[in-house]
Every structure is written in structure tokens, then in C-alpha cells.
């Protein structure tokens, strides 16, 4: 089974403080995103790689940076947090165009 | 651009018995696929079932079936027999040909009550 990990499922930090938000899968799989989850707006896709060092800005880049250096792994920055990025954020991974397989979710309270 | 509505906020069922969730799209795209994918809570979200637009044939998972209709742009997820278990957020969603990035609708909470 396609095992995707998300290193917090609760993480609470202040404003202004930089934020990695860890996400590892072990299937070999190209592509991985980053949602963020909220209330009433379903899944907005944030940033997505579709290999080693690629990125692709979503629809709501705009705070957020991303890193993937190992083909396995993606991290979402929060270069400086704010509390409008109080959120759920899910991370997922697939092979070309097929299914997503998502993590648990890390459910980040900026205070 | 693709968009996804989901006009059914939350709904809900009796045990045993069958709902049908909504899913409209817009795309000028005519190859595609639409995707329903369930969120239990405090889980995580895992697809229900796929279907590729280009498959006349509507897709089945055992208590799971959708009703395609390609011209009017229509993907609604019957759920029949429903169980507690299938208490839920239900995403449908869209990935044109070739992409692999999915555009999700807003969700549909669905409550199962015995």
C-alpha cells in the first residue's frame, strides 16, 4: 500500500515564525502537491512538483515556498506565519494522472 | 478554467437506505477524468471511485456507482445500502488529460443516521 506521511498532525506556532511542514511518501511516485483544507472551500491546491527540484505554483501561492530535494520528499515553508494560514493542510502524492493518494493532514493553528 | 460544484453542502441518510450526491464540471476539454473521494472524520481522504471520460460505461465499486452524463457535464455518486461508516466529506473532482494536478469542489457532508 502507498503509505504517505505528514511529519505533525497538530502544530500550533506564533506570528511571524517560519513553519516546515514535512512530507515523505514511499511509493516513487512523480508528483506530489500541497492543499490547504479549510471550512466551505474544499481543497485549494497550494504548490505542486512533478519531480527532484520542479516546482508549480497552485491556485494560492501567494506566503508559501516549497522544497524537493529527494524525489520521496516535498516540504511546505511558511516563510513568516500568519494567522490567516491557520489551516488543514494535506499533503498527496500519485503516479502521471491517477489517483492521489493523500496523507493524514496537519492541522496548523497560528496564534 | 475547470471548475467543480458541489451544490449539496450536507446531506443526510438513513442506515441501509440510498443518497445520491451531486457533482457538476465545466471544461471545453474532451478528454478528462472525475474523481469521488471520501474524508471520514479525522481520517484521511481516499478515492471511492474513477472514471475516465472517454468510458461510455459508468463506473462501479460495490455499494459505490456513478451516473456519468458527458454532455451535461454531470457526475453524481449513488451510494446504496449506506452504512455508518460511510458518514463522511465527499470531494468530487477533475484532472484533465495529461495533468496531474485535480481540481476539487467545495465538498458534500454526508451524515448517516441509524
Known amino acids: 500500500d502507498v503509505k504517505v506521511t505528514q511529519s505533525s498532525r497538530y502544530l500550533v506556532k506564533r506570528t511571524g515564525e517560519k513553519v516546515f511542514l514535512e512530507c515523505v511518501q514511499d511509493?516513487?511516485?512523480?508528483?506530489m502537491f500541497w492543499y490547504r483544507q479549510d471550512p466551505g472551500l474544499g481543497l485549494r491546491l497550494i504548490y505542486f512538483?512533478?519531480?527532484?527540484?520542479?516546482?508549480e505554483k497552485g491556485d494560492i501561492p501567494e506566503g508559501y515556498s516549497v522544497s524537493r530535494e529527494k524525489k520521496e520528499r516535498f516540504s511546505l515553508i511558511l516563510e513568516s506565519a500568519s494567522t490567516n494560514q491557520t489551516s488543514m493542510y494535506l499533503c498527496?502524492?500519485?503516479?502521471?494522472?491517477?489517483?492521489?493518494?493523500f496523507g493524514p493532514g496537519t492541522r496548523l493553528t497560528v496564534l | 478554467a475547470q471548475t467543480v460544484t458541489q451544490s449539496q453542502p450536507e446531506m443526510s441518510v438513513q442506515e441501509a437506505e440510498t443518497v445520491t450526491l451531486s457533482c457538476t464540471y465545466d471544461?471545453?476539454?474532451?478528454?478528462?477524468?472525475l474523481f469521488w473521494y471520501k474524508q471520514p472524520p479525522s481520517r484521511q481522504m481516499i478515492l471511492v471511485i474513477r472514471?475516465?471520460?472517454?468510458?461510455?460505461q459508468n463506473a462501479t465499486e460495490n455499494r459505490f456507482s456513478v451516473n456519468f452524463q458527458k454532455a451535461a457535464k454531470s457526475f453524481s455518486l449513488k451510494i446504496s445500502d449506506s452504512q455508518l461508516g460511510d458518514t463522511a466529506m465527499y470531494f468530487c473532482?477533475?484532472?484533465?488529460?495529461?495533468?496531474?494536478?485535480?481540481?476539487f469542489g467545495k465538498g458534500t457532508k454526508l451524515s448517516v443516521k441509524p
Open positions: 471544461t471545453s476539454e474532451n478528454n478528462y477524468y
Open positions: 473532482a477533475f484532472a484533465e488529460y495529461g495533468q496531474g494536478n485535480l481540481i
Open positions: 472514471q475516465e471520460a472517454y468510458k461510455q
Open positions: 512538483s512533478y519531480d527532484v527540484k520542479m516546482k
Open positions: 511509493m516513487d511516485h512523480e508528483n
Open positions: 498527496a502524492s500519485s503516479l502521471l494522472v491517477s489517483e492521489q493518494f
